[in-house]
Nanobody
Framework: VQLQASGGGLVQAGGSLRLSCAAS?????????MGWFRQAPGKDREFVAA????????YYADSVKGRFTISRDGAKNTVYLQMNGLKPEDTGEYLC????????????????????WGQGTQVTVSS
């Protein structure tokens, strides 16, 4: 099973990007939580957003609430992160991940809650 993130790039502050996380090797993620994290150089991996694959419920870090939207497409086995109103502090490598367990009681908001990680995609926001 592999996850591959794409869609990153260089954008000016206030701009938008849409990241994609495509899964291969697993035909469905029913019951799992899919998360997006980001990591800037010298900083810890930071939770950005997550979605329950089955229910579609979402959760966002306060820093991105109202600007970012996470969604999933079951037919394409893909999770998206629409990022609007980008700020320089959003710069970092963005990684997608799948939760350790199915149907977790609480939606995991730290990296420890995820055990399947994809290669990241770089997002750079210039001021």
């Amino acid at each position: 099973v592999q996850l591959q993130a794409s869609g990153g790039g260089l954008v000016q502050a206030g701009g938008s990007l849409r990241l994609s996380c495509a899964a291969s090797g697993r035909t469905f993620f029913s019951g799992y939580v899919m998360g997006w994290f980001r990591q800037a150089p010298g900083k810890d991996r930071e939770f950005v957003a997550a979605i329950r694959w089955s229910a579609g419920s979402t959760y966002y870090a306060d820093s991105v609430k109202g600007r970012f939207t996470i969604s999933r497409d079951g037919a394409k086995n893909t999770v998206y992160l629409q990022m609007n109103g980008l700020k320089p502090e959003d710069t970092g490598e963005y990684l997608c991940a799948s939760s350790r367990t199915r149907f977790p009681t609480e939606l995991p908001r730290t990296a420890l809650g995820y055990d399947l990680w994809g290669q990241g995609t770089q997002v750079t926001v210039s001021s």
